[in-house]
């Protein structure tokens, strides 16, 4: 009975931290660029699966797993990145790089 409970606490508060973590990195890209970046919660998803994948079919420690995880998704960010800034205005039309990449306007 006591073991469970400490096992749901410490699960909740696991839970807890990478809602946490998950509203930080949320919060500081909109409060700083003033843009929702959807794309936050789709990296994030796709880490915890291959983390998923290595504990599961590789039989690594969860926690050494997303040590690797890290590695391959900065390179897919650096990739995303350059991609959006580089190739992606050259071949759009200059009213959408505007819309897109422009700021919002201020309410006072």
Not at 19 to 46: E, P, Q, T
Not at 89 to 95: C, D, G, K, V
Request: charged share 5%; glycine share 10%; net charge neutral.
């Amino acid at each position: 009975m006591i073991a469970e409970l400490v096992q749901y606490v410490a699960t909740g508060l696991l839970v807890g931290g990478v809602y946490a973590l998950m509203s930080i990195g949320l919060g500081l890209v909109f409060g700083v660029m003033r843009v929702v970046n959807f794309a936050h919660g789709d990296f994030m998803m796709l880490g915890m699966y291959l983390t998923y994948f290595y504990a599961v079919s590789g039989h690594v420690d969860p926690l050494l797993g997303a040590v690797l995880t890290l590695p391959p998704f900065f390179l897919l960010g650096v990739l995303v990145h350059a991609l959006n800034m580089n190739i992606a205005p050259a071949t759009t039309n200059a009213s959408l790089r505007t819309i897109i990449w422009s700021t919002p306007p201020q309410v006072t």
